[in-house]
């Protein structure tokens, strides 16, 4: 038998004045994919609804990260400008420091120079009251290191003889004794020699100030001591290069 229109009228009709029937109906027409289909679009709905809830909360935390992000830009920024003012000033300390460098060796020279003039004049004093004359301008020579004062004089029996002097500043026992060796050295006497200071030799410490000692190191070692008073010990005899002995 077939299904006609008005078989499907009849259908409609009674679906309509029977409500119950319809799920019934949908069982039967429907397979039971379809009948799930209104569950599972109500899960995912639900499910897009958390995702976007937890889409909501991350974008907050990234916009904290953000601007955390935007704070620590800027306290780099102010690090990197710390950073160069601290460079500079480095760089200005390190200016400052050379200029004092070349400053206080200026003075040093300059102080240095002031102590062998002061120490050639009070020794050239002393000398020419004991009868001593001056035959030449006094010089300074560097033979292994710097002889302070050099001064050829003639002595009251007439021989020519080199005075020479170490100066310092501050005058102590080591200094005195390390002076006197130098110069009694043949090899320091032979490169004095061959720089037109021959010898005999008058030799003398001079000092600003004088440590405990050194007085009677000077003793010891047979060499005059002078300061800005004058003498404090006359040298005990001439140091002879070994051809004049």
Known sequence: MSFTVTDFHD?????YEHPDWRAEMRRLVL???ILELPAL???LAEAQSRSEERLSGV???LSGVEERLSRVEAALERLAEAQKRTEQSIAELGDAQRGLATAVGQLNAAFGATIEEEAESVIQTILERKGYRLLAEPLSLIVDGEV????PMRSPEGERVWLVAEAKARLGRRQVRDWAQRIRSSGWQGRLAARGVPGPYLVYVYGIRIDPK???EAKEQGIGLATGRGERLPPTALVRPPSEI
């Open 41 to 43: 679009v109500r899960q």
């Open 11 to 15: 259908l409609t009709r009674l679906l």
């Open 31 to 33: 397979s039971d994919e």
């Open 148 to 151: 302070d004062v050099v001064m």
């Open 59 to 61: 974008e907050e935390r």
């Open 214 to 216: 050194t007085e009677e």
